[in-house]
């Protein structure tokens, strides 16, 4: 793998991407041309890709790979690509009768060299979906990958170095002393997506330059199973929603609310949904391993408070394994799915993000009750209603907020071109995807244009008489 860099290069390097930025602002040629290399250099490398990623977490299945990494990121190539010449065009403003004949535009602008630190848990997707917004928008790129996925952080930059010049995309690796100093640069913009308390201290490290900042983190994101919904079908898109990726999601479901008239069937439910997708689990090969010892010896904690507090706890694929068996699972890090009933808000598993396989169901008597349990957390990344009746869900939407919403499934809006993807809060600062994302490292520059002869003209001191008047009449 690639040595890290060290803490010294960072700034030559910042300051390089600058230079050359300014020598030559990228139009539209060389976008749309960057973006048509990497899209075929990617495509080229997706086994490779594939084989990174499996390193990094001792296992991922290749089709969550297929899904997640290449058909997003490939997708948003080509939504770009398809766009582009739209997004770069002047938008026309009006400038209200009061300033005729002036007339006004708001001018998309590259702002200069951004900077992006991508996570671990979809390690492709978020550094690279973020990076061709920022290459279409006209900008240098300074990325600087997840250090606990090292061998895919290491093909992102050899990825990156055959697609772009050294002066217009560099890759910074290393752990978290580089990524502290990375985010202290002055970049023009700088994206950040990973954990909530990791957020603040990047936007803390951003304040001294008043670099603008994007934050993409998480938060407690809820499903929420409303007593009309059929239960077969919430329970199938639920566990897609919690599971994949072994619930190293973001938008994934951190905790179902379900009516309490159906809670007992919607365990039992759930639990013939596990063992329909993941079978015995001997040697699950769709199931993702947890990215690291320190990331299962949390989630493990969480476990062993639950039941220090007397809660259920269910493992539907593991219950009855012995502990020369569950060693087994352990060595690999494979976290089985993990079922808490009716945990209370002191719980660990209520506390915080739970970002793994265990998924607490509690019951709820009213929506109104449900909508207060969701009130009682910090606004979540996603929010996911279940119900056919309108009303329903519209109130849900209309007294609860989130950076997200999929009604009647999960994850789906993340993949949505056109919709923009950020939080709100604890959950996020601004956006990205799509149209969304290029606005985002842009500076949308207004530009008022006067005409030769402009009523601006008559509009000076002494305020007298007519001029008075016109004033006054103005001001109505």
Request: hydrophobic share 45%; proline share 7%.
């Amino acid at each position: 793998m690639t040595a890290d860099t060290p803490l010294d290069e960072l700034t030559a390097t910042r300051e390089r991407l600058r230079r050359a930025w300014q020598a030559r602002k990228p139009d539209y040629a060389q976008r749309s041309a960057d973006l048509a290399r990497l899209r075929d250099a990617f495509r080229a490398q997706v086994p490779a890709m594939d084989a990174a990623i499996r390193a990094d977490f001792g296992h991922r299945s290749e089709h969550e790979n297929l899904l997640s990494e290449a058909m997003i990121t490939l997708a948003e190539i080509d939504h770009t690509l398809a766009q582009l010449r739209r997004w770069m065009r002047p938008r026309r403003a009006a400038v209200g009768w009061r300033f005729w004949p002036a007339r006004a535009q708001v001018r998309p602008e590259p702002v200069g060299v951004v900077g992006i630190l991508s996570p671990w848990n979809y390690p492709v997707n978020l550094a690279l979906v973020p990076l061709v917004s920022a290459i279409a928008a006209g900008n240098h790129v300074y990325l600087k990958p997840s250090e606990h996925t090292p061998h895919t952080s290491a093909w992102l930059r050899e990825l990156l170095a055959q697609v772009f010049p050294a002066d217009r995309v560099a890759v910074a690796l290393g752990g978290p002393e580089l990524g502290a100093a990375f985010a202290a640069q002055p970049f023009d913009h700088l994206l950040f997506t990973g954990s909530t308390a990791v957020g603040r201290k990047v936007m803390a490290a951003a304040a001294p330059n008043l670099t603008p900042v994007t934050l993409e983190l998480g938060g407690k994101a809820p499903a929420i199973v409303c007593a009309d919904f059929p239960l077969p079908r919430a329970v199938s898109r639920i566990a897609t929603g919690k599971w994949f990726n072994a619930g190293q999601t973001c938008i994934g479901v951190d905790y179902v609310l379900v009516d309490a008239a159906r809670h007992g069937a919607f365990v039992d439910a759930i639990q013939a949904e596990l063992r329909a997708r993941y079978g015995d689990f001997n040697d699950p090969r769709d199931y993702t391993r947890i990215i690291n010892d320190a990331q299962y010896a949390r989630l493990r904690g969480y476990v062993d408070d639950a039941r220090a507090r007397g809660l259920t706890v269910i493992e539907p694929l593991t219950g009855d394994l012995d502990d020369a068996a569950r060693a087994r699972l352990a060595a690999q890090r494979i976290f089985p799915p993990t079922l808490v009933l009716d945990p209370p808000a002191q719980a660990e598993v209520m506390r915080d993000e739970i970002f793994g396989p265990i998924l607490p169901i509690v019951s709820y008597r009213t929506l109104d009750e449900a909508i207060a349990r969701i009130h009682a957390l910090d606004r979540p990344l996603a929010l996911y209603p279940f119900s056919d009746d309108n009303a329903a869900v519209e109130k849900i939407l209309a007294h609860t907020l989130a950076g997200g919403v999929t009604v009647n499934d999960t994850l789906m809006h993340f993949g949505a071109r056109d919709l923009p993807f950020g939080g709100i809060g604890p959950s996020g600062i601004g956006a990205i995807h799509g149209r969304t994302g290029f606005d985002t490292f842009s500076k949308l520059l207004p530009v008022f244009r006067q005409r030769r002869f402009a009523g601006s003209d008559l509009l000076k001191p002494p305020y007298r008489g007519t001029l008075d008047k016109m004033v006054r009449w103005l001001a109505k």
